[in-house]
């Protein structure tokens, strides 16, 4: 699902009537994503924006063949709409939202599970493909067709390496941003196959935080694969306080577990290069795509 | 986020779990020796020297004096707690929830102690289950067949089952666990709350305990009170962060730390949900002008979605509304409106550094404090 989103994947917005959900419509569409309706709570028959507007996702799965879904939902009505959205058959559903309680993450993601469906979130800015498409609000300015693939816990920090490859002539083929939050949909984990089988991917950027035990999940999952495309990792959070999260509710130390030096440790040894700066990993993954530079 | 032991105990004790008997002000008036156990939200204590064992009651209350208001790893002392140890066979048992399998994480070991602790948190040792009383019983059962205590541990893991899932806990340890002729006692208690679950007003008992004690929880209950995040780093802090987004003012405190900077607070202001009001941005100037340390301001933001005009406006508000932070500004501001907000400061901060280029605001950062950062 995840390596065949284009600009033609029909896509709806959960609460589309609401004063984000809405303005991020309009801008996902500008952008070139395959908005075709949404739902809200409100009847609203004349539409928004020239937009259908059903009140259920089984009738809006019904009517747009919708197979995909953004969630603007406040945290805690997020549940329940990846739930209604699952039962309606969407199979990949992401949801921005911030501040999802972890029991309530729990049972979302055993819901997607059973239904074999995608979840991206929460506490995360969304996914791209460049040139193509984007559900979320990843900022037009940082998006760029080219070779690498991002996965970020972090919304702001992917934004800025996003921008600076870039400016570098480089760009993404896929950009996921799996959210800050402890308990979530798609993991580090689950991306390193779907991007290694991705032909435009040539390079693949994570970038992580401390805290939990994704970077390290990953890098068995790394260690175990023949092959890989190249690795570079940033991770933030070397200086972190222990025992409280850091504006994410994932990015939290206690007792020597999830920290900086055994993420580090454990991604170096799986063959990833880990980067102590923004700049250090740019620069490094611009000499070493250099013939992927966009010509212009 | 992690709670004190003390207050990890009053959970415990809550939900039936049996807990030495204690108190933070005094020597417990039971037979001795006592535990002195400095409470502050960390691992790790009594590899640090915030643990002592005392044979008088004086003892302890001296002992208990002497850490009260001491740093230990990062944190103040504010509370001491005296118990009467506990003694008997050292057990490790915890629940915690297992983000991979979307379930509960059961460990249980028959060795206590710091270093099992260790061992459980880089092995994944135990086993995961769905996140129901039963299954959680019955992950249990199974680790403590042919254990001679399995029923008083049983019972002890019956009561934490329904702790964790109660109270949207996102783990709940107990090492070490005593077992004596007498039952199980919860020597330690390690207690995660998902402060998402309190901020929706779902638990308000952990609320009450958090609020209960602002010396401990500064950076939580400004988290629940303001709707964002000012975490204080180093009190003796020379850089204050006006900053959007938790990974890229994780990643700006680490590449200052690295240059020789001081940060003084980690913040995530949520630029998205100011809604055209300076409040958030003048709580943050005001709590880092509260700092004697304070030197410079540094301002991060890249706006994705945020108009950088608007939000230079309510900078210029709020530095207005905060004459007695004095300290010089430096923004670095990318993305939506970066133009715009270049000529507002100009007109209205006349003298800050307005820049799009990171390394350009860490160099004046560097200059204004003297060395490089």
Known sequence: ?296 | MLLIEADGKALFRAYGIPVPTGDEARAPATDGPWMVKAQVPVGGRGKAGGIRRCLTPQGAEAAAAAMKGARLKGHTVHSVLIEQAATGAERYLSLSVDPASYGVRVIYLAGGGMDVERAAEQGGAGVTCAPDRAAIADALSGLLTGDADRDALMAIGRKLADLLLEKELMLAEINPLFVGPDGAVAGDAKVVVDLNAVDLDRQPDIRAMIEARPGIYPDAIRKLQEGFDYVGLDPEGEIGLLTTGAGLSMMLIDELTARGGKPLNFLDIRTGQLRGSPQRIINALTWMAERPSLRVVLVNIFAGITDLGEFAGLLADALDATPQMKAPVVARLVGRGAGKAKEILAQRAPGMLVTEDLEESLGRVATIIGRPA
């Open chain 1, 1 to 296: 699902m995840i390596g065949s989103l284009s600009r033609t994947t029909p896509v709806i917005v959960q609460g589309i009537t609401g004063r984000m959900g809405r303005a991020h419509a309009n801008l996902m569409r500008a952008y070139g994503t395959n908005i075709v309706g949404g739902t809200s709570t409100r009847a609203t028959p004349e539409g928004v924006d020239g937009m259908p507007v059903f009140t259920s996702c089984a009738e809006a799965v019904a009517a747009t063949g919708a197979v995909a879904s953004v969630v603007m939902a406040p945290p805690d009505g997020t549940r329940v709409a990846v739930e209604e959205a699952i039962s309606a058959g969407i199979k990949l559903v992401v949801t921005p939202a911030e501040g999802v309680p972890v029991h309530d993450a729990m049972a979302m993601g055993r819901a997607v599970k059973a239904a074999g469906a995608i979840w991206v979130g929460a506490s995360n800015p969304g996914l791209a493909v460049p040139g193509e498409m984007k559900m979320g609000f990843l900022p037009d300015v940082t998006l760029a067709p080219g070779p690498v693939a991002i996965m970020s816990k972090s919304g702001t920090l992917s934004y800025e390496v996003g921008y600076r490859l870039v400016r570098a002539g480089l760009g993404q083929s896929i950009w996921i941003g799996v959210g800050g939050d402890a308990v979530k949909g798609v993991r580090f984990a689950d991306l390193l196959a779907p991007f290694n089988a991705d032909a435009r991917t040539h390079a693949i950027a994570l970038i992580g935080e401390v805290g939990g035990a994704e970077e390290e999940e990953f890098a068995a999952v790394l260690a175990a694969t023949k092959g890989s495309k190249p690795v570079y990792a940033l991770i933030a959070g070397r200086e972190a306080k222990e025992g409280v999260a850091m504006g994410h509710a994932g990015a939290l130390t206690y007792g020597g577990a999830g920290t900086l030096a055994i993420k580090t440790e454990r991604l170096e040894a799986a063959g990833a290069r880990v980067f102590a700066s923004i700049e250090s990993m740019i620069q490094a993954m611009t000499a070493d795509l250099a013939a992927h530079r966009r010509s212009s």
